[in-house]
T-cell receptor
Framework: DAGVIQSPRHEVTEMGQEVTLRCKPI?????LFWYRQTMMRGLELLIY????????DSGMPEDRFSAKMPNASFSTLKIQPSEPRDSAVYFC?????????????FGPGTRLTVL | GENVEQHPSTLSVQEGDSAVIKCTYS??????FPWYKQELGKRPQLIID?????GEKKDQRIAVTLNKTAKHFSLHITETQPEDSAVYFC????????????FGDGTTLTVKP
């Protein structure tokens, strides 16, 4: 298995633009997580899905952020409009079984820079 | 809410010495405790985990110990090498919701040659 796949790996955009990050989880995994990592705030969980259904989006910072999982092999995280404070590394992760009780496999991350 | 505390935040050791990182958790029902290693510019990756039915687990130079009474677990790295330099995160099931984890704030380990 190729592991969790994320695209793009790097994204540089200007304030106000829409940004879409993509993730393909490991085949067969039923949980998918979106994290944001910054020096100041560490590793933050934004949202997670179970069997393609959003379960907990309490970590989504504001309405500018949205996430979807239209099928078991694809998820997107969208920021519209983007702001400089959204600059961070965004990780997607997946697990077989509940994330609190099983290993989470992280993708390589997307480094987002908003100018 | 947040239920994991990790210490120290930074740790510097000489090559060959041991390193210990500790995490405390608040939910006595927690039963899964992983440790992730994140090298600079890379993704977090699991290096060892332990479930609450055992007190210790070893894998070559790394080990994890669990004290359920005191609600803490520790990562032990022996005979440290420069390639052990990284950020280490502990995690535990989120309080009242095991669907997700709470991660510690991370420990930056530097192994000096």
């Amino acid at each position: 298995d190729a592991g969790v796949i994320q695209s793009p790996r790097h994204e540089v955009t200007e304030m106000g633009q829409e940004v879409t990050l993509r993730c393909k989880p490991i085949s067969g995994h039923d949980y998918l997580f979106w994290y944001r990592q910054t020096m100041m705030r560490g590793l933050e969980l934004l949202i997670y899905f179970n069997n393609n259904v959003p379960i907990d989006d309490s970590g989504m910072p504001e309405d500018r952020f949205s996430a979807k999982m239209p099928n078991a092999s694809f998820s997107t995280l969208k920021i519209q409009p983007s702001e400089p404070r959204d600059s961070a590394v965004y990780f997607c992760a997946s697990s077989l079984g509940a994330g609190g009780n099983n290993e989470q496999f992280f993708g390589p991350g997307t480094r987002l820079t908003v100018l | 809410g947040e239920n994991v505390e990790q210490h120290p935040s930074t740790l510097s050791v000489q090559e060959g010495d041991s390193a210990v990182i500790k995490c405390t958790y608040s939910d006595s029902a927690s039963n899964y405790f992983p440790w992730y290693k994140q090298e600079l510019g890379k993704r977090p990756q699991l290096i060892i985990d332990i479930r609450s039915n055992v007190g210790e687990k070893k894998d070559q130079r790394i080990a994890v110990t669990l004290n359920k009474t005191a609600k803490h677990f520790s990562l032990h790295i022996t005979e440290t090498q420069p390639e052990d330099s990284a950020v280490y995160f502990c995690a535990a099931p989120y309080l009242t919701n095991a669907g997700k984890s709470t991660f510690g704030d991370g420990t930056t380990l530097t192994v000096k040659p």
